[in-house]
């Protein structure tokens, strides 16, 4: 078993930010930067750097900010950008050219940072990224969001996501729930950003091209799946598509997740 190396940093505003590191016995054949999920954190990622480590890759990233040890009000950010600087300040760990790998909202913010920094990125793996809602809020929902994301940006609101719908097996639910470091709220102003954030991705999605490797969970409950066909439909560069069948969204703590960490250092060797 590998043990990750734990580490701090700073963003380029200063907010203080946890990272943790998984490095190969050897020299690193390959360099992979870590994005998590919504209301989690990289401890959750232990498995796939274990993994990946043992494949020669050395695997690290940050918990983004408000989440899981590093600084920020839980579940709320003032700027989508700064979750980009928070992907900015690791990437500073890493050589000039790295492959992405981001989960869910994670992958909405590696895309965003792709955006403007894809000469730095060789391939960019994603699983499940968040490019669609899979519950499609009423207009006066969002429009209450965006009245409060200026009059109340850090009110603290339920995720809204069912645990149930993260993943097949319940005792890696109940661990999720029980683990002291969720973050299980959200804010107007983070909604807001994320759809903003999500309307540049798609609107620059002809625009891209580093090659990409999409997961997909076979069950999908939390991302709109029809958002996850249109995207890897549409993304003009090269591509490959994996579908895990009878799987929820959370497929790296899904029983076959031997499956996906294989796949993923598959692709990461190219």
Known sequence: MTTPNLFQLEAADGTVLAGREWRPDGLAEHHV???????EHLARYDYLGESL????????????????????????????????????????????????????????????YLRTHAHRV????????LVGEAVDNPAWKKFMAGFLSVALPWIPIANGIPMVDLCTDAEEVALFERDSMRVKTVTPRWYTEMLSAMDRVWKTLPNFTTPLHLHVAGEEKVIDRDALERFYQEWPAAKQRWVWEGGYHEILHEPFREGVAAAMLEGIRG
């Open 53 to 112: 480590a043992e494949g020669g890759v050395r695997t690290l990233g940050v918990d983004l900010r408000g989440h899981g040890m590093s600084k920020g009000r839980r579940g709320h950010v003032k700027a989508w950008a700064n979750y980009v600087a928070d992907v900015e300040a690791a990437a500073e760990m890493m050589p000039d050219k790295f492959i992405l790998l981001g989960h869910s909202m994670g992958g909405l913010v590696a895309l965003d």
């Open 122 to 129: 060789t391939r960019t793996i994603l699983s499940g990224p």
């Open 33 to 39: 930067l870590v994005v998590h999920g919504l209301g």
